[in-house]
């Protein structure tokens, strides 16, 4: 393993290249990327990204939204059927369809969706600002929510407007029960639960926390506990352990496993960066119309 991370260390620099990569992908890709976070942070990274060429660790929506917010990089996926199960559930006729049905609804799509769907919509979201971004749409607008159903019913909990949720989930969140959640906190006494807002509400109100996997840095920086539940993708454990050695941390089940994030492996990485594969392609009115809802998500204070 050591002689492929010399090798991708060896192409990063003579290439110039910028890893990022998810939280979720494995231990040892989150090890040799230059920044790791969540989807927001990511976002945020590329917009701000002076390198001409990206190597992203993650999925096809979360690549795209790196090359619509710096068009001017090369940006590589690695894998290029790391999909995202919930993306593929809201296309872009099907939301196109629904727009004309209701052209005063406010459209909110939820970053994990692919850059052809944002086409479509108002504005963008992230599980770590979809409460502000539903605050700003003004009262008594209708509300589209798509597409995680669960996200959209979380964020309605919190924020009173009229909605109507599109019918997607991500199946690796939406499969964590409530029996699940309530057998760690016997296992593991004294020790929060965070759970991630794809989950379904009647979850979600079992656990103590509910965040974006960047914000759950945060709350593990701020609660003294000495131990945690971690009820999202295991990837995030490596992040944790890594940031805070002193605390313990506890997978709620072996099973909450995205398949298409494992994908990235080190040996895809550096042939990424060896044959400059696979290469993320947007057509120039696909960029600039799925800029503006990300743009509008990023401007919403
Ligand atoms: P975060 O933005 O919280 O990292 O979530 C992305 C995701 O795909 C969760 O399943
Ligand atoms: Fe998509 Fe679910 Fe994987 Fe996140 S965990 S990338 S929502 S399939």
Not at 62 to 88: F, I, N, Q, R, W
Request: with cysteine.
């Amino acid at each position: 393993m050591q002689k492929l991370i010399d090798e991708i260390n060896q192409l990063k620099k003579s290439s110039g290249a910028l890893i990022l990569a998810h939280n979720y992908v494995s231990a040892e890709i989150q090890d040799i990327a230059d920044f790791t976070g969540d989807s927001l942070e990511l976002a945020l990274k590329a917009r701000d990204c002076k390198a001409s060429l990206m190597v992203f660790c993650g999925v096809s929506f979360m690549a795209e939204t790196a090359k619509v917010l710096s068009p001017d990089s090369t940006v590589l996926l690695p894998v290029p059927d790391a999909g995202c199960l919930m993306a593929d559930m809201a296309e872009a006729e099907d939301v196109a369809k629904m727009r004309e049905e209701n052209p005063e609804a406010v459209f909110i799509a939820y970053v994990n969706t692919t850059a052809a769907t944002k086409t479509c919509v108002d504005i963008c979201c992230t599980s770590a600002n979809a409460d502000r971004i539903a605050a700003s749409v003004p009262e008594g607008k209708k509300i589209v929510f798509l597409p995680d159903r669960n996200l959209g019913r979380n964020v309605a909990d919190k924020v009173a407007r009229d909605y109507t949720f599109w019918n997607g989930c991500c199946p690796i969140h939406d499969r964590i029960t409530c029996d699940m959640i309530l057998d760690a906190k016997k296992r593991y006494p004294g020790c929060p639960v965070i759970i991630h807002p794809e989950c379904r509400p009647e979850v979600v109100a079992c656990a103590d926390y509910a965040a974006s996997t960047g914000k759950m840095l945060s709350i593990v920086r701020e609660d003294d506990s000495k131990g945690f539940v971690i009820a999202t993708e295991e990837g995030i454990l490596h992040r944790l352990k890594k940031e805070f050695p002193e605390k313990e941390f506890y997978a709620l089940s072996p099973c909450v496993i995205c398949d298409d994030m494992k994908k990235i492996t080190l040996e895809s990485v550096r042939d990424a960066l060896k044959l400059r594969q696979y290469e993320v392609k947007l057509d120039a009115e696909t960029i600039e119309k799925a800029r503006k809802p990300i743009e509008r998500m990023l401007n919403t204070k």
